[in-house]
């Protein structure tokens, strides 16, 4: 309990990485419920418009997972070159010293 209380304290270590892969796996949730309610909310406008729906709804599911993913895997490279920087920086220092 104690490391994960200065683990969250500190900024030694950043803790975004596991944010990131927490929220990725929310927006898959979010991604999927909005292919179900276009889905089946095409139908409101009539029977051609729903099986349209049931078309276009998981092609736009799986560009939108695509966009996510992509952007999720963004994000942790940014905070991963931000972790090893602070590796080389205090490799430096020790070679230095």
């Known amino acids: ?15 975004a990485t596991s944010l990131i892969k927490l929220l990725y796996w929310i927006g898959i949730v979010f991604i999927a419920i909005g292919v179900v309610v276009g889905a089946l909310g095409a139908f409101r406008a009539g029977f051609m418009a729903g099986v349209g729906g049931i078309i ?12 996510w993913r992509f ?24 070679e230095s010293a």
Do not use: H, N, Q, W
């Open 1 to 15: 309990m104690d490391g994960i209380i200065k683990r969250f304290t500190s900024f030694d270590k950043l803790i």
């Open 56 to 67: 276009i709804a998981p092609i736009a599911g799986v560009i939108g997972l695509i966009f």
């Open 71 to 94: 952007l999720c895997e963004i994000y942790i490279v940014l905070f991963g070159m931000y972790d090893r920087l602070g590796d080389i920086k205090s490799l430096l220092e020790k």
